[in-house]
């Protein structure tokens, strides 16, 4: 099953951003409170039962409280977030194993550096997971340019 698809002059759809995406979180006040004091993400709650997240871009993530009813996430559905060095990472990491009760934050994984980043992932307290990560200058604007790696879905179907 191949991704990819043959480029077109023009979109079906015609959007123009990026603009937001959803997650579930428990409680709004305590979730706000790791994103705020810890992820130094900007919130602002725009309705009585959500609000929504960003960090120095226009596209946000709207977090819905929905109680108990969060549904347990896997660790490839994550959220990323950029720090400017590896030190940083390093310093986050041992951050959050300093602060793990005071935000809820329920699994950290190792640092490791893999697929163009060194990062470490950790889950919250409404089981989203985050990847505090480092890399290069514009890496995600270079993937985008660079384009498709050739053969990649072949890489999907063999499990790699």
Same mark, same amino acid.
């Given at each position: 099953?191949?991704?990819?698809? +043959?480029? @077109?002059?023009?979109?079906?759809?015609?959007?123009?951003?990026?603009?937001?995406? @959803?997650?579930?979180?428990?409680?709004?006040? #305590?979730?706000?409170?790791?994103?705020?004091?810890?992820?130094?993400?900007?919130?602002?709650?725009?309705?009585?039962?959500?609000?929504?997240?960003?960090?120095?871009?226009?596209?946000?993530?709207?977090?819905?409280?929905?109680?108990?009813?969060?549904?347990?996430?896997?660790?490839?559905?994550?959220?990323?977030?950029?720090?400017?060095?590896? +030190?940083?990472?390093?310093?986050?990491?041992?951050? #959050?194993?300093?602060?793990?009760?005071?935000?809820?934050?329920?699994?950290?994984?190792?640092? @490791?550096?893999?697929?163009?980043?060194?990062?470490?992932?950790?889950?919250?307290?409404?089981?989203?997971?985050?990847?505090?990560?480092?890399? +290069?200058?514009?890496?995600?604007?270079?993937?985008?340019?660079?384009?498709?790696?050739?053969? #990649?879905?072949?890489?999907?179907?063999?499990?790699?």
């Amino acid at each position: 099953m191949a991704i990819q698809t +043959e480029k @077109t002059a023009e979109a079906l759809v015609k959007t123009t951003l990026f603009s937001h995406g @959803t997650m579930d979180v428990r409680d709004l006040a #305590a979730s706000r409170r790791f994103y705020e004091e810890f992820l130094g993400l900007e919130c602002v709650q725009h309705h009585p039962f959500a609000m929504m997240v960003r960090k120095k871009q226009y596209f946000s993530v709207v977090a819905i409280q929905v109680g108990d009813k969060v549904k347990e996430l896997h660790v490839l559905h994550h959220w990323g977030v950029d720090v400017p060095s590896r +030190e940083e990472v390093d310093r986050a990491h041992g951050l #959050a194993e300093q602060y793990k009760e005071r935000y809820g934050i329920k699994k950290i994984m190792p640092v @490791t550096d893999q697929h163009g980043a060194y990062s470490f992932y950790m889950e919250d307290r409404d089981s989203n997971w985050w990847e505090i990560q480092y890399v +290069e200058d514009r890496f995600h604007d270079t993937m985008f340019e660079r384009g498709d790696i050739p053969g #990649a879905s072949s890489l999907i179907r063999a499990g790699a």
